[in-house]
């Protein structure tokens, strides 16, 4: 049997029109929350993730900080930029998007945003804060990911979950959640033995590895939930003009005639990272405020 695709494209829609409700109810009491997003360099991708960004922060009523900086940008330079922003009280959001430039620390960049304004929850106190169970900021592509979760397998406390992946952004903080939902969690990434072996154990399957369809349709359990988080662009042979297309860590053909649910790309955990972005900015603002 197929399985149940999770449409992350919908659901994404209706947490952006929640958050838009929600920003409503604040601008009749005079409050617009502000998000600044910083960009260094030129690099494509982040050029289109950024622009979504502010298009989809004015689009939920909110105002949009957009500081676009060149790839020559000192440590220093942004660090102050950083510290602009944290005294800034229109903005109630910072982020800054990742990849940097080679040439600045990123982990620097990041302790330098002001916890309660760090929208991407990666400073190491949102970091520590969803470790030990406090309420925080937590990072969006994991956190987007956990709601699609929901969605399909509302209670997954004792069932094995397994996240292939350990980064900072993804990995750590989706076992994170999983484990606060009692599941029983294993990270997994690139120095696990027989990763085909642990996959197939999984009744919540995630991947966050950034390899192209790495994971094969019999590494899943039948019935299993299957969250992509990869976006990877390959060539399209199909396409005569050279056009890449984009497939996840998942090869999904094969997965999805296994799986009980999972997660397309695109259209799966990737529109949830900005909704779920917005949805932080709303936090960040309401908390400031003490709302
Ligand atoms: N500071 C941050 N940097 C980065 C983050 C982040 O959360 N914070 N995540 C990624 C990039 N990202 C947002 O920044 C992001 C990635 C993907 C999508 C998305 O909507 N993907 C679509 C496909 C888009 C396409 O065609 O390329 C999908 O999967 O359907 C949104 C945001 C790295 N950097
Ligand atoms: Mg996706």
């Known amino acids: 049997m197929s399985a149940t695709i999770i449409d992350g494209k919908a659901f994404a829609a209706g947490l952006r029109a929640r958050v838009a409700e929600d920003v409503r109810g604040l601008a ?17 991708a982040s050029q289109v993730y950024v622009r979504n960004k502010a298009a989809q922060t004015v689009e939920a009523g909110m105002r949009s900080f957009q500081h676009r900086l060149p790839a020559t940008t000192s440590q220093a330079e942004l ?14 959001g910072i982020l800054v998007q990742l990849p940097l430039p080679a040439g600045i620390d990123a982990q620097a960049i990041i302790e330098a945003i002001a916890p309660e304004k760090d929208v991407d929850g990666f400073h190491p106190a949102n970091v520590g804060r969803l470790a030990t169970g406090m ?70 399957l995630v991947a966050a590895v950034g390899r192209p369809e790495m994971v094969r349709g019999d590494w899943i359990k039948p019935g299993a939930v299957v969250v992509d988080v990869g976006i990877n662009r ?5 396409a005569e003009d050279g056009k890449t297309r984009l497939v996840g860590d998942v090869a999904f053909d094969e997965a999805k005639e296994v799986a009980g649910a999972i997660t397309p790309v695109p259209g799966g955990v990737g529109p949830m990272t900005i909704a779920c972005l917005l949805a932080n900015t709303l936090q960040a603002a309401k908390a400031r405020r003490g709302l």
């Open 234 to 238: 390959v060539p399209n042979p199909q």
């Open 135 to 204: 309420p925080g900021l937590v990072p969006c592509t994991p956190l987007g990911a956990s709601m699609l979760i929901d969605s399909v397998r509302p209670d997954v406390a004792g069932l094995e979950a397994v996240v292939i992946g350990r980064s900072n952004i993804v990995g750590k903080p989706m076992a994170q959640l999983l484990l606060q939902r009692s599941a029983t969690v294993t990270i997994a990434h690139s120095r696990t033995r027989d990763l085909a072996d642990v996959c197939r154990r999984a009744d919540i």
């Open 79 to 92: 660090l102050a930029l950083v510290h602009t922003l944290n005294a800034d009280d229109a903005v109630d």
């Open 28 to 44: 009749e009491r005079g409050i617009a929350p502000g998000l600044a997003v910083v960009l260094v360099g030129e690099d494509p």
